[in-house]
């Protein structure tokens, strides 16, 4: 009798701590409502798409990259691709028009703020990198290379959308709760 009781209070004791735990990973990803950075994108997104001149190619949307994460890797895949955004890609476009630029910037400020978000996020959890997550980044950041720097940033910004779409996909419900 005793015995049991014993056990019922561990499992009481695991529950409450993988609930903790869970609360913990909505609360820093309901930092993240992607909602208006797709709004902004929806604006310019014809415009972004329309100078997108090499349709044959991709930087994100190759199957072997996003679309195969695991749920174990979508942390690392966030981070990662969200340094790709602001290290890469925000940073080689030359924007001229300042509608579009405006928001660009929105857009780019909205991934900073993710990113903080996520830096503390992973302080209270694990955002570890596995193999499988760090070659998908791989395979981006060589999709991108490999094409002229102006070409690769205007498809990187055109590819928004599957990024955003991914995000939403893989954080379901998370804002909700
Ligand atoms: C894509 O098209 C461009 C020209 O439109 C061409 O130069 C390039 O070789 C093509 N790339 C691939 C991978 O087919
Ligand atoms: C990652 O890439 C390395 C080097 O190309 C390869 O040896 C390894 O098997 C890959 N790992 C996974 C999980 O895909």
């Given at each position: 009798?005793?015995?049991?009781?014993?056990?019922?209070?561990?499992?009481?004791?695991?529950?409450?701590?993988?609930?903790?735990?869970?609360?913990?990973?909505?609360?820093?990803?309901?930092?993240?409502?992607?909602?208006?950075?797709?709004?902004?994108f929806q604006e310019i997104k014809k415009t972004i798409q329309a100078k997108d001149t090499f349709q044959?190619?991709?930087?994100?949307?190759?199957?072997?990259?996003?679309?195969?994460?695991?749920?174990?890797?979508?942390?690392?895949?966030?981070?990662?691709?969200?340094?790709?955004?602001?290290?890469?890609?925000?940073?080689?476009h030359?924007e001229l028009n300042?509608q579009i630029?405006?928001?660009?910037?929105?857009?780019?400020?909205?991934?900073?703020?993710?990113?903080?978000?996520?830096?503390?996020?992973?302080?209270?959890?694990?955002?570890?990198?596995?193999?499988?997550?760090?070659?998908?980044?791989?395979?981006?950041?060589?999709?991108?290379?490999?094409?002229?720097?102006r070409s690769?940033a205007i498809k990187?910004l055109g590819e928004l959308d599957?990024?955003?779409?991914?995000?939403?996909?893989?954080?379901?419900?998370?804002?909700?709760?």
């Amino acid at each position: 009798m005793k015995a049991q009781r014993v056990s019922l209070w561990l499992m009481a004791a695991m529950f409450f701590l993988c609930s903790m735990r869970a609360r913990g990973l909505r609360r820093c990803l309901i930092s993240m409502d992607i909602h208006h950075i797709e709004e902004a994108f929806q604006e310019i997104k014809k415009t972004i798409q329309a100078k997108d001149t090499f349709q044959n190619v991709t930087i994100l949307s190759t199957s072997e990259t996003l679309h195969s994460i695991k749920p174990l890797d979508v942390c690392c895949m966030t981070k990662n691709l969200l340094a790709f955004y602001v290290d890469k890609v925000f940073k080689d476009h030359r924007e001229l028009n300042p509608q579009i630029l405006r928001k660009i910037s929105s857009i780019a400020n909205s991934f900073l703020y993710m990113q903080k978000a996520l830096q503390q996020c992973q302080e209270q959890m694990q955002c570890h990198c596995r193999d499988e997550a760090t070659n998908a980044t791989r395979i981006i950041h060589d999709n991108y290379d490999q094409l002229e720097v102006r070409s690769a940033a205007i498809k990187s910004l055109g590819e928004l959308d599957v990024f955003l779409a991914w995000i939403d996909k893989n954080h379901q419900g998370t804002s909700a709760a």
